[in-house]
């Protein structure tokens, strides 16, 4: 288990309480809020978009995000990772809304998950991070693109969950599953059958 060091606006999501459950069920924990008092942070899955199977970490550069704790999360998971062939990888990256403003959370704007991912390759700034980033995904997933106004509609802001079973779904709002095309839809069908699930969420 690993404790993120949270940005003090975000600070009041913690809970203690929650934390402490956590502990007593994953006894083995990596705590790297004492970072908060060097101003460095990494908002867990906010920050990081994770492929997990494959070894990579991709971020958004950002005040929220620090490249630091990034690059030292990997180091972690590799020792975790007993037998791991290649070390992970972090791709670093800047990304802009469609009026210019920086993008502070990964997952607004990428998702990964077992076949597929998602990116809005258009909000990344430097063409040669973005073709790093679209040549990395594509090593391992198929990779759906969706354009800015898909990316403000939380279409990236989607999450792939397992049941106990191993069957896997694809959550999302009712305002991203609105704003695919038809042939992304198609796409989504093709990973995840019927297990789409939309939630009644527009904001």
């Known amino acids: 288990m690993f404790l993120y060091p949270i940005h003090p606006s975000h600070r009041l999501e913690r809970n203690q309480e929650l934390v402490e459950l956590l502990q007593h069920r994953y006894p083995v924990c990596e705590d790297m809020t004492k970072y908060e008092s060097e101003r460095e942070y990494l908002e867990g ?5 994770f492929d997990r199977m494959n070894g990579k970490l991709y971020m958004t550069r950002s005040p929220l995000s620090s ?3 990034c690059r030292y999360l990997a180091l972690h998971l590799d020792r975790l990772a007993l037998g ?6 972090c791709f670093f990256f ?13 997952n607004f704007m990428m998702m990964i998950g077992t076949t597929l991912a998602l990116v809005c390759s258009d909000a990344i700034s430097n063409s040669r991070d973005r073709e790093e980033v679209l040549a990395a995904l594509r ?17 990236a802001h989607v999450f792939e969950v397992a049941t106990p079973h191993d069957d896997v ?14 042939e992304q839809m198609a796409c989504l069908k093709r990973h995840y ?8 969420l527009d904001t």
């Open 67 to 69: 490249e630091k704790l």
């Open 169 to 182: 779904y694809l959550v999302m709002s009712s305002r991203a599953k609105r704003n695919f095309s038809t």
């Open 139 to 155: 090593e391992n997933h198929e990779v759906m693109e969706i354009n800015q106004d898909q990316m403000d509609a939380y279409c």
């Open 45 to 49: 899955t906010a920050s990081v978009v």
């Open 94 to 106: 800047d990304a802009v809304n469609k009026h210019g403003h920086p993008i502070h959370t990964t």
């Open 84 to 89: 791991a062939e290649n070390p992970t990888r």
């Open 193 to 200: 059958g019927n297990n789409i699930i939309d939630v009644k």
